[in-house]
Nanobody
Framework: QVQLVESGGGLVQAGGSLRLSCAAS?????????????VGWFRQAPEKEREFVAA????????YYADSVKGQFTISRDNAKNTVYLQMNSLKPEDTAVYSC??????????????????WGQGTQVTVSS
């Protein structure tokens, strides 16, 4: 099986930046290389539905962003490190949420932006003050 672990969350003031990491582990990713998996980031604020944030295809050539974060967040990946990143700049209080990553064996960023994925991480808390 594939395990996903998010890190990099924390408390930051409005206007600040954070970089989240989603690290994948598994002996062979159920027989697939990490580059075969599309990865997406999602967030869920208290008493709100889970929201799509960003997604990247297995090879990193295709990306999708929620309208609310375009120009503010950037998704990237380093397949040699089995890691996907979410660079979050100009953070606002409304960005406060638990951020989770998900991986899908189809490799399709289009699919994963619809919350369709094979594996999910546990989430990391991002809190933006003021």
């Amino acid at each position: 099986q594939v395990q996903l672990v998010e890190s990099g969350g924390g408390l930051v003031q409005a206007g600040g930046s954070l970089r989240l990491s989603c690290a994948a582990s598994g002996r062979s990713f159920t027989g697939r290389s990490f580059s075969s998996y599309a990865v997406g980031w999602f967030r869920q604020a208290p008493e709100k539905e889970r929201e799509f944030v960003a997604a990247i295809s297995g090879g990193g050539r295709s990306t999708y962003y929620a309208d609310s974060v375009k120009g503010q967040f950037t998704i990237s990946r380093d397949n040699a490190k089995n890691t996907v990143y979410l660079q979050m700049n100009s953070l606002k209080p409304e960005d406060t949420a638990v951020y989770s990553c998900a991986a899908d064996s189809s490799g399709s960023a289009f699919r994963i932006r619809l919350s369709k994925a094979d594996y999910w991480g546990q989430g990391t808390q991002v809190t933006v003050s003021s």
